[in-house]
């Protein structure tokens, strides 16, 4: 079951910006924070970043630290990421997830709910 729709991935040069977006498909359901993570071809799937609705906290992966910026919508269970400085090792496909968990949520088996998926490809 598809609980949420990704869009705004592409085709970026390196150093570039994209800003992904994430929101509900339609279906009910409640969270205590979201996150994003990404998954290149041959590759485990892997955290990007995530936010705490409670507390408004952030946490990015270490890879990601100071180019990318998670932050939520106005709509209940609607995240954004911005990414910016985009290298070609960016490249992969992008989830957005929810969690009814909370704490530093980073493995993708803490998430209840996900989207199929948004690609974002950065090369010249």
């Known amino acids: 079951q598809v609980h949420l729709v990704e869009s705004g991935g592409g085709l970026v040069q390196p150093g570039g910006s994209l800003r992904l977006s994430c929101a509900p498909s339609?279906?009910?359901?409640?969270?205590?924070?979201m996150g994003w993570f990404r998954q290149a071809p041959g590759k485990e799937r892997e955290f990007v970043a995530a936010?705490?609705?409670?507390?408004?906290?952030?946490l990015q992966a270490d890879s990601v630290q100071g180019r990318f910026t998670i932050h939520g919508g106005t709509a209940e269970n609607t995240v954004y990421l911005q990414m910016n400085s985009l290298k070609p090792e960016d490249t992969a496909v992008y989830y957005c997830?929810?969690?009814?968990?909370?704490?530093?949520?980073?493995?993708?088996?803490?998430?209840?709910?996900w989207g199929q998926g948004t690609q974002v490809t950065v090369s010249s």
């Open positions: 339609g279906r009910t359901f409640v969270t205590s924070g």
């Open positions: 936010i705490t609705w409670s507390s408004g906290s952030t």
């Open positions: 997830a929810g969690t009814s968990r909370t704490g530093d949520v980073v493995t993708p088996v803490e998430y209840d709910y």
